[in-house]
Nanobody, 121 residues
Framework: QVQLVESGGGLVQAGGSLRLSCATSGRTSSSYFVGWFRQAPGKEREFVARMRYTTYYADSVKGRFTISRDSAKNMVYLQMDSLRSEDTAVYYC?????????????????WGRGTQVTVSS
């Protein structure tokens, strides 16, 4: 079992920044890779960023979002800069073991409960 707990969401104005945190625990061995997905109202959940030896980003967030981790603290972060109204969504931490660069929803084995990010224009 892997447990994922997100924090750091909130309300921010367009152009602002937020940093999301994901606390990981349980079987967080090196075989699991942690990343972020998001789901906007009325839309499907979509990939945002992931770390697997290197980093991968959705085109919509490249250059604005940065994923990082602190292995000593079992934490994964998502620094979000230059936020836009279209970034408004619930952000989920996700753990998978796929060798592909970007996991599909089916390949995610563990999900956090999510944290709400609202960007006002």
């Amino acid at each position: 079992q892997v447990q994922l707990v997100e924090s750091g969401g909130g309300l921010v104005q367009a152009g602002g920044s937020l940093r999301l945190s994901c606390a990981t625990s349980g079987r967080t061995s090196s075989s699991y890779f942690v990343g972020w997905f998001r789901q906007a109202p009325g839309k499907e959940r979509e990939f945002v960023a992931r770390m697997r030896y290197t980093t991968y980003y959705a085109d919509s967030v490249k250059g604005r979002f940065t994923i990082s981790r602190d292995s000593a603290k079992n934490m994964v972060y998502l620094q979000m800069d230059s936020l836009r109204s279209e970034d408004t969504a619930v952000y989920y931490c996700a753990a998978d073991r796929t060798t592909r660069a970007i996991p599909t929803m089916r390949e995610v084995e563990y999900w956090g409960r999510g944290t709400q990010v609202t960007v006002s224009s």
